[in-house]
């Protein structure tokens, strides 16, 4: 069985350090500096789909800019990123029955980072894609054809916290698992998933169950 996850508010809490590298992005560039409401209105898409969404006026060259100051103000800081609670017992406890997998829309080094500053080992998971190395970030279902194309298998689950992983495991056909902890101006259309958790602990059970 092949159980795949996202990263950014999956296994690691990364609420104010994205937020807080928006707002200073947006202001580094002289723009209107978006509040949380917009920012979690578009929240688990990637950060050009995102820039852009929050204010649709930029041209192509000010999103870029922006999304430039983004990565490096988050390069700076790093440690505000923390691991869920039971996030690291839990993908222990699974790799010993199913193959892991990470799927996000950050790239595949600061997946790599992320995972080093939080200590989660990432030898749990046998596969780690970014959407640096798909044409389409999630919710196009590339992340998870790239991750079954490597596996030659099926994937059997996406575990995420947003909707925007609910449409990719729709859109490939596998079922989703949302964890219910972000933010809760971000739990619209989060009822549309095949399972909902409030905890990574859950897991499990749940997958046991739902197999």
Not at 94 to 121: G, M, Q
Not at 170 to 197: C, M, Y
Request: hydrophobic share 40%; aromatic share 8%.
């Amino acid at each position: 069985m092949i159980i795949c996850f996202d990263l950014d508010g999956t296994l690691v809490d990364t609420e104010k350090w994205i937020v807080s590298a928006l707002k200073e992005s947006f202001k580094l560039n002289k723009k209107k500096v978006p509040t949380k409401k917009q920012i979690f209105k578009e929240w688990g898409k990637s950060a050009r789909v995102l820039i852009k969404a929050i204010d649709p006026a930029l041209k192509k060259e000010e999103i870029e800019s922006i999304r430039k100051d983004f990565y490096e103000v988050r390069k700076q800081t790093k440690s505000m990123i923390t691991p869920f609670p039971n996030t690291k017992q839990t993908l222990r406890k699974l790799s010993k029955n199913y193959k892991l997998a990470i799927l996000s829309n950050n790239s595949h080094k600061i997946i790599l980072e992320i995972l080093n500053i939080t200590k989660i080992d990432k030898k749990l998971f046998s596969i780690v894609v970014g959407d640096d190395e798909v044409k389409r970030a999630k919710p196009f279902p590339d992340e998870i054809y790239k991750a079954e194309n490597k596996f030659k298998k099926k994937v059997n689950f996406m575990i995420g916290d947003t909707v925007q992983d609910i449409k990719t495991a729709k859109a490939a056909n596998v079922k989703s698992i949302i964890i219910k902890q972000g933010p809760k101006e971000t739990w619209k259309n989060l009822n549309k998933a095949n399972f909902i958790i409030r905890n990574i602990s859950e897991l499990p059970e749940l997958i046991k169950e739902a197999q």
